[in-house]
């Protein structure tokens, strides 16, 4: 939890920054679906990659795989003719064999995991450019209205995913409460209040994902914008921005579509006074720790604000912004996301029973934010459909099914777990599957997304960001040791960067340079994060067990 | 004022671990070319009061005083510096290297950045005469005997000026000869003025060789006993602190059906024996020997860890073969493996998700989902019926003590609920108190109709806790004895190779 927290907290310091730097162009609409594609693809090879670091291995031949995946598939369309069942078929079953046969080279010839993969790397790439003649293939123009769509469709709106989310929201505090009400029929509702409280934000974000299909004037839009920060006009052009070139289905309903965002903005709002309250009540249990997380944000902010408005003025002198105001932007951030990482923990840790209030606090924070993008105005990418599904069915196998809890402990402790009835071997092999799986799903995104494939580059040195986002989302290479969230969330800063280096120009031969400074910053900061709560930890247990030693003498 | 020549004192140490106070306000004298032995059951301290001397730990409280000079014994170099060395019970030689690079592990002589390989032989062919050891230092460490081996260490000692030896055990692994021949070298030692510490569980050596020997029971100092004081039953009356009769008190059980009937059986480790023994419902039966004896590696067969090479396996009374622990497990067999934290627990991971990772499937929700519930009463269970000390069930069995660990892999066992249960070493360097309830946890069970078949190198387990005791020597069962006939005696006639009376 507390790692998924840290990288986390990376990855809205990485939004934040970057959006700053760039004078706003990272939240515009092109950029952001371009960043979700990017990181459902990788986010699917991290989950893969993932699974085989937890059992304390690795997967290089993930890149080539990628690769001879692209080549398969350009082959078997194209060339060879085959239908795209036949094709889709070709790609899975080579893929999860070459994942069977990783597995049982590792666990039946006892090779190491590194060695097997790199000699995977090393034939994958040499049989794509040899089956290919390294010749660069496509799909042409045939399948844009097909097969294509399963990497460049856009299904359905943000706005959909807000309805969804809200009615979710919803009806699990509803769950809550009518289960609260069966349990402790004696307490009665006083404990109710926060999920009323929840059920009906979340009836409010729900809403504003609809207010979307509602014709709205265009005077009434303009209205209720006034008391938001949601820009109708943009910024750089003085016409009205985005409403041709976003909406043009529903072209009537032209203006509505900026209500999601207002009504947001406007449901968002809350958070300050909810913020406030919190503060107040940590101030009067842990003044001191209080003092200094709220010490920390607000100076932060205060910073961020003036930084991010220099920012500006550069930009609109049409000026280089220069190294001194990234330092000044990133410091200053810094410092106001190090203050609300405190001021989260410590509220969680010294008030439990507000958590409830934390929580919904956190959510209408999260709708303010969404509401400064235009993230609502996007459609959702098809990949991102792939990611989400592969990373629900990916946790759940690995949090609530027996077989999770197997590759954790084996990972931990072969031995152990053998000796504990575990068939650790076919555990070892469906980890490797699992991975060749996800890669062949990425593969095949990848594939159709570029629509050209260069059998000697196509996926080169992909193994090594799927391998950074699972470090980066807190798996070990040790083993035993890894969630999903977290490898998504890692997937995605590793995309936020890469985006930044682009988006400010900065040389992009230093884009390996800086994505290696990064993680190694990230994981340094990680084990001394880890040593410390170590350290902690082992303080309060010797605490805690010489009390259960006088309560419970034998 | 009769401590004038006190090399070493240690006062009032004081160290704890989590969960458990490893040392309470010990003390520890050590004169000048005095032979000191450290006893006490596993557990007591011994050890880790060594490795604070060695400066491989530090202390929470206390005081080292070396030759009346107060030390901090930070680090394995400061130790070192003040002469004091320790030789581990698990030697700690680089196989791969020369008996000479061993010695001078990490002060190489060198002439100008280079390795003086010249000085190196020289040096190192003149300790190894020291220690009576006449073989080539460019022999490779791992080609010595563990006898061998103990003597370079001891030379390695000597050539770090020790004034202060510590040796953990020494003889465990040795023959008689080589056990001899350490004593000799050792003799030697205290004419040159070096003053030994020695730890050692067998109180025949001790009794022979200390001027002094000092007790510690439970992380804390007992007494010491000097020259005639020094008896085998003033040994083990302070080390126990109570009369063996009080402290083991087997009943015997009625007997049922056969659980377990082995014919013929040949493990891996000794494909030429073959072994055949029954076990009954309701028996505990103690399985003895030497250290290599193969007892081990005859649970390893049972459970399938190294599958037999042949024989015949009776379960209940039906013949079955057992290729993985899987299907021990699903014919009712658990095993308490020896080693606790290398194979009997998941450290990382929590006490309920240890209790419950071999009852994991058997609970299964449509055979894929975890039971969380079942855990959890499972766990809650274990932790009241075993006594287990933990806060929680959620807590990281790494950081209970060894005792409570055990209770944890035992939990995990008998939530499978098993018909035949196969320990190997179960109190191995556990706290009495804990012994003392896996004991009475035994009892239980066999009372219940399990059938418990227990592995310990302790004597007085053995005659203390089984119904029935198998003796195994070099891989084969040289006999069994019925608890009448069952005494030290008996039991290492059989363990030393002589037949059956």
Known sequence: ?554 | MPDQNLILNVRNLTKRFPGVVALNNVQLKLHEGEFLSLIGENGAGKSTLMKILAGVQLQDEGTVEVSGQTVRMDSVKTSQAHGVALIHQELNLSENLSIAANIFLGREPTTTGFLNKRVIHQEASRFLGMVGLDIDPKTLAGDLSIGQQQLVEIAKALSIDARILIMDEPTSSLSAGESERLFEVIADLRQRGVSIIYISHRLAEVKMLSDRVTIFRDGEYVGDLVGDEITHDAMVKHMVGRDISQYYSHEPNQTGDAILEVANLRTQANPDHELSFKIMQGEIVGISGLVGAGRTEMLDALFGVAPAISGTIKVQGCPVTITSPKDAIALGLALVPEDRKGQGLILPMSVKENTSLASLKTHAISRIFRNSEKESQDTDLMIKRLRTKTPNADQVVGFLSGGNQQKVVLGKWLATDPTLLLLDEPTRGIDIGAKQEIYQLMEELAAQGMAVLFVSSELEEIIGMSDRTIVMHEGRITGEISREDLTEESIMHLATGGDHQ
């Open chain 1, 1 to 554: 939890m507390n790692k998924i927290m840290g990288i986390l907290m990376l990855l809205v310091f990485a939004c934040i920054a970057t959006n700053i730097l760039s004078g706003g162009n990272f939240v515009i609409p092109f950029n952001l679906q371009n960043l979700m594609v990017r990181t459902s693809m990788f986010g699917i090879i991290g989950i893969g990659v993932a699974f085989v670091i937890i059992t304390g291995g690795i997967d290089l031949s993930i890149g080539s795989m990628i690769g001879l995946i692209g080549c398969l598939m350009t082959l078997s369309l194209m060339k060879w003719e085959f239908s795209i069942a036949t094709t889709l078929l070709i790609v899975l079953v080579v893929s999860v064999g070459l994942g069977v046969l990783h597995g049982v080279l590792i666990t039946k010839a006892h090779l190491q995991p590194f060695v097997v993969t790199l000699c995977g790397l090393l034939i994958y790439r040499g049989a794509a450019r040899w089956i290919t003649d390294d010749a660069t293939g496509g799909f042409g123009q045939d399948y844009n209205e097909s097969l294509r769509l399963l990497a460049t469709g856009r299904p359905f709106s943000t706005s959909a995913v807000l309805i969804v989310l809200g009615i979710a929201a919803a009806l699990y505090c509803i769950g809550r409460i009518s289960k609260a009400a069966t349990d402790h029929e004696q307490t009665g509702g006083n404990t109710n209040g926060k999920w009323i409280f929840g059920i009906v934000i979340s009836v409010g974000v729900a809403l504003s994902g609809t207010s979307r299909f509602y014709n709205f004037s265009e005077q009434t839009v303009l209205n209720l914008a006034n008391y938001t920060s949601v820009e109708i006009y943009n910024k750089f052009d003085s016409e009205k921005l985005d409403i041709k070139t976003l909406d043009e289905s529903h072209p009537e309903k032209r203006p509505s579509q900026f209500m999601p965002e207002i009504s947001l903005n406007y449901l968002g709002y809350l958070a300050l006074p909810l913020a406030i309250a919190l503060a107040i009540f940590f101030l009067q249990v842990d003044r001191k720790t209080a003092g200094l997380a709220i010490l920390l944000l607000v100076s932060g902010a205060a910073a961020t604000y003036f930084s991010s408005n220099q920012v500006q003025k550069l930009f609109a002198n049409r000026q280089d912004i220069g190294m001194a105001s990234i330092l000044k932007v990133t410091l200053s951030l810094g410092v106001f996301i190090l203050g609300l990482d405190r001021f989260l923990k410590g509220v969680y840790k010294a008030l439990p029973e507000r958590r409830g209030l934390l929580v919904i606090t956190c959510v209408l924070a999260m709708c303010w934010l969404v509401s400064q993008t235009p993230i609502c105005r996007v459609l959702v990418p098809a990949p991102m459909i792939f990611l989400t599904v592969i990373a629900i069915a990916a946790a759940i196998f690995l949090n609530q099914t027996i077989y999770g809890r197997y590759l954790l402990a084996l990972g931990n402790n072969e031995t152990a777990a053998r000796l504990s009835g575990i068939n650790t071997d076919r555990m070892i092999i469906l980890a490797y599957v699992i991975c060749a799986f996800c890669t062949a799903i990425s593969g095949i995104l990848f594939a159709l997304d570029g629509n050209s494939i260069q059998p000697a580059g196509h996926g080169n040195f992909y193994e090594l960001y799927a391998i950074a986002a699972a470090v980066l989302g807190g798996c070990s290479l040790r083993g035993g040791e890894g969630s999903i969230a977290g490898v998504v969330i890692g997937a995605a800063v590793m995309r936020v960067l890469y985006n930044s280096i682009t988006l400010l120009k900065i040389p992009t031969t230093l884009e390996f340079a800086i994505i290696g400074v990064v993680i190694m910053i990230g994981v340094l900061a990680d084990e001394a994060v880890k040593k410390l709560n170590h350290k902690k930890r082992q303080q309060e247990e010797v605490l805690r067990v010489s009390l259960v030693d006088e309560t419970n003498p034998d």
